[in-house]
């Protein structure tokens, strides 16, 4: 923009100065003191009115009162085209005359002016009192110029023209004298000195009119009036004149100043008009008139004060009344505040009880991520104090928490995280954020201890897994088990076929052809079968005995279930190059089919410790009370990995797994504790009570 307006305001300058230099150049090339150079000089003001008045209206849309200012200009140049005519028509036309009083036209441009500046300049409350004041200081300046300027002697006429000149010249003078008093802005100021050095021109222009010693052409007179217009121009359209249409808050001493310049200018006038009314031979009339208008003016002046004290008055009156009020609803008000202040501190407070008692941790976040509060419940979990919290960023605590790990930094993004805690057990943390609706907007976490939930997950599905597992074993062991006795039945029934039943048989026939050998009298090889069938026979029981010991071992039936696991233990060692050790007491007798589940569980876990645990001792001990039985068999062999079971299971080895089985069918528990290189304890306990469901054979 100021590319643009600055080249513009340049050109005009210099269209301005031009204008000026080339006017002045004329009216100073023209012969002085001849009617030409009057003829040039008024022609001058007319051209220098007219292109003043174009450029404002042209380029001063900014200024207040341009369009006003430009009809100022418009009228002088009027007025000094009138005087053109007359001078080229009349050339000695240059006394006073009646049609003088048409001069006083020029005070309505001005009054028009005066009131567009008073629109844009002055608030209503002051428009009165400075337009007061401006009258008055008018009129007394006008007096005083009529008293000081009005010919000695003159007639009417005369005085009536000099009368005009000073009102015209004084009413230039004060009212933007007044404006420029107001707001003295660079603009207000330079106006006011173009207008005044008009107003100067307008007086001795009257002075030399009204005294007859104007000829047309005087200096004095037309080189103001030429270059005057040019400068208001140049004050409208070039001086920045940026605040010149806002209503200014002067000084409070400018109201004052005013009034009190006022009075002074009317005391003034009114002294002049009484020492100087008879030098002047001012008539008792005049002299009297000129005192009445302006200790009417005064009058007026003291009303207008006395109305705006009254107002003033009233104003302050209504204001300390409404003051009143206000206090008293200001009071109530305040007593509503506080209340409500109570209120809210009783709120607050609860709700920091509320804060610091709960259970679950909170944490308000600003937008940058750092901790405005944090209640105890947050603090306890992260083992820090809450001035070690608060203030401090999110990122800066994860920090320094001890066994805190990326996962808590990103906490309130993620909602999960996991402390690692010194005793073992890790921390698990859940998260849930909140807006805050403030300015700036704030977060709000909650943060919930759920490492019991976590555990108790954790468990179930360990549970869950473990008993999956078991019913996969069980499952397993169930079919191997089936399998187990379908061979078993296969293997006696064969057994059975193959020994005793042939055996049987054969001997039937043999006793058939024994008795047809002694019915036909050979009694001898009769005798001879006879003796062959025995010993068959004594066969045959000895093959029915082996298979009855595979289902049940005789030495249990023959000595009871301590001789026979001692019996078996010792046997073991001497079989394997063992060293056995064999203890224990039995408190009450045990049912035959708890007998031989024992002596099944020692038979399988020695036969574990012979194929695999590669040991030098073995040791069984059994003993019992009022309630169960308990077998401990244990060797120091080579051990192995319990967490691997479920691999020795799917690989074919199921000796554990059966034990296991048999006893928890007996409503038992089983127990192996082994450590690679330790050796292997097998533990089974069995309640004497129960009923045993399925034992299986060996």
Known sequence: ???????????????????????????????????????????????????????????????????????????????NLLF??????????????????????????????????????????????????????????????????????????????????????????????????????????????????????????????????????SPAVDIPFILVPLAIAATVVLVDHGDAGAQAAPSRAVRPVLASISVLAACAALALTAVMGDRQGIAGTESTAIILLLGAGVAV?????????????????????????????????????????????GSEEHLRLVFDAAVDGFVELDEHDVVVRANEAFARMVSLDRTSIEGYQWTAIAAVVRGADRSFAQL????????????GQPLYLESRISRVPTEPPRRLLLIRDVTAAKVADQTIRSLFQFLQDRDEDRT????????????ERNRV???????????????????????L??????????????????QELAGEADALRRLMSGLRPPVLEERGLMPALRETLSRFGTENAVGTEFTGALARSVPDDLETLAYRVVQEALANIGKHA??????????????????????????????????????????LASMRERVELASGTFVVRSTPGRGTAVMATIPLDAALIVVGAG
Not at 18 to 46: D, I, M, W
Not at 85 to 107: M, T
Not at 412 to 423: L, M, S
Request: hydrophobic share 50%.
């Open 493 to 515: 029934a064969r057994d059975l076929h193959d020994g005793p039943v042939q055996g049987v048989s054969a001997a039937s026939l043999s006793l058939e052809a024994a008795l």
């Open 84 to 217: 053109l005519v007359v001078d080229v028509v009349e050339p000695d036309a240059y006394r006073p005359r009646p049609l003088d009083l048409l001069f006083l036209l020029f005070l309505i441009p001005i009054a028009m002016a005066f009131r567009a500046e008073f629109r844009d300049h002055f608030t209503p409350q002051d428009r009165r009192e400075v337009g007061i004041d401006v009258t008055l200081i008018t009129a007394s300046l006008a007096a005083i110029g009529y008293v000081l300027l009005r010919p000695a002697g003159g007639d009417a006429v005369a005085s009536s023209s000099i009368a005009v000149f000073v009102i015209v010249a004084a009413a230039l003078f004060t009212t933007f004298a007044a404006l420029a008093l107001w707001i003295p802005t660079t603009a207000h100021v330079l106006l006011f000195l173009d207008v005044a050095v008009a107003a100067a021109a307008t007086l001795e222009f009257g002075w030399e009119w009204t005294h007859g010693t104007f000829d047309g052409s």
């Open 412 to 423: 309130p993004d993620t909602g999960q995280a996991e402390i690692q805690r010194p005793e």
């Open 301 to 345: 002046r003291i009303l207008a004060n006395q109305l705006a004290s009254s107002q003033a008055h009233e104003e302050v009156r209504d204001a300390l009344a409404r003051r009143e009020i206000a206090l008293g609803e200001a009071d109530r008000a305040l007593e509503r505040v506080r209340e409500a202040n109570e209120t809210l501190r």
């Open 614 to 655: 590669e040991a030098t001792r073995a040791s069984v001990h059994v003993e019992s009370d009022q309630t169960q039985l308990r077998i401990e068999v244990e060797d120091n062999g080579r051990g192995f990995d319990t967490a691997r079971a479920r691999d020795h299971l799917r690989a074919g080895r199921v000796g």
């Open 517 to 534: 050998m002694i019915k036909a009298g050979d009694r001898e090889r009769g005798l001879d079968v006879l003796t062959k069938i025995r």
């Open 1 to 79: 923009m100021e590319d643009v307006v600055a080249p513009s305001r340049a050109r005009l300058a210099g269209l301005l100065s031009a204008l000026a230099l080339a006017a002045v150049g004329a009216y100073l090339v023209v012969p002085s003191g001849t009617h030409a150079q009057a003829l040039v000089s008024e022609a001058l003001v007319v051209a220098t009115c007219l292109v003043s008045a174009f450029l404002i209206l042209r380029f001063g849309a900014g200024w207040p009162s341009a369009r006003e200012l430009a009809a100022i200009l418009l009228v002088v140049g009027a007025g």
């Open 476 to 487: 397993r062991l169930l079919r191997r088990t089936n399998a187990a006795i379908e061979q």
